[in-house]
């Protein structure tokens, strides 16, 4: 597993597309943070990150699509696949080794925002008037909200050897999975029902790490999450042998 970790870090580092998803998340971020009206916290008058923390996930829906989207559809569609396959290792160390490496890169991607947090430290009224056990509980669930994004993305490589294709299709999950329920349970069709719908999207228990308290429940969720889908992206991976 390692070997595919280091060498997955290498891929990203040596392209372009890992800097542009960088540069792009940290140009967003930073405009709707401290830029644009109605967004900014200047308008907003609260020392806190919220509008980050906010506009983080529609992002990471479209950026964390793109990285993992050729994780496994290009090695397929090239041919390489069958040399990785030679060596000793497993399905699932290809699997967590490229599962492994697209979360470090989020992690590559999510640490200057840190300058963010020190900034609004300073300039609370007074000094470090700010809510910091709510900035890092969000901190820590959009961590996992990330990794969630990309296991989604890692399944949906390992459908298909089509790059745009899995990009879509991580695009339409990641959608479903971060919002729909919340949508349907907006609806108030089911009554008591309504909140367990809720309660299957990533975005319930992400506004509810947020809050600062980390409960038991939400790190269920997301680890459970991750490991549905990472057992789904073997699965698909191992079709190739039927």
């Not at 943070?33 to 200047?42: A, H, M």
């Not at 923390?53 to 041919?79: C, D, H, Q, V």
């Not at 490589?157 to 089509?162: G, R, V």
Request: hydrophobic letters at 55%.
């Amino acid at each position: 597993m390692g070997s595919i970790y280091i060498k997955e870090i290498r891929s990203f580092l040596s392209s372009l597309i890992a800097y542009v998803v960088m540069l792009v998340f940290l140009l967003a971020t930073g405009l709707f943070t401290w830029v644009l009206p109605d967004y900014n916290i200047f308008d907003y008058g609260y020392a806190n990150l919220d509008t980050l923390f906010s506009m983080a996930p529609w992002l990471f829906m479209f950026l964390i699509s793109a990285i993992t989207m050729k994780s496994l559809s290009e090695e397929k569609k090239t041919g390489t696949i069958e040399i990785i396959t030679t060596r000793p290792i497993t399905d699932m160390q290809i699997i967590l080794g490229k599962y492994f490496a697209g979360i470090t890169l989020v992690l590559f991607t999510i640490l200057p925002t840190l300058i963010y947090f020190v900034t609004i430290f300073q300039l609370g009224a007074p000094k470090g008037n700010l809510d910091t056990g709510a900035i890092m509980g969000s901190y820590l669930g959009l961590f996992f909200l990330a990794s969630c994004f990309v296991a989604i993305g890692m399944f949906s490589s390992a459908i298909s050897d089509n790059q745009i294709v899995s990009f879509i299709f991580s695009l339409f999950l990641c959608f479903l999975f971060y919002n729909l329920f919340d949508l349907i349970a907006d609806f108030k069709l089911l009554g008591s029902w309504d909140s367990v719908v809720a309660g299957l999207g990533i975005n319930a228990h992400y506004e509810s790490i947020s809050r600062g308290v980390v409960d038991s429940r939400d790190l269920i969720y997301f680890i459970g999450f991750d490991l549905i889908f990472i057992w789904a992206s073997k699965t698909m991976f191992e079709s190739r042998k039927w």
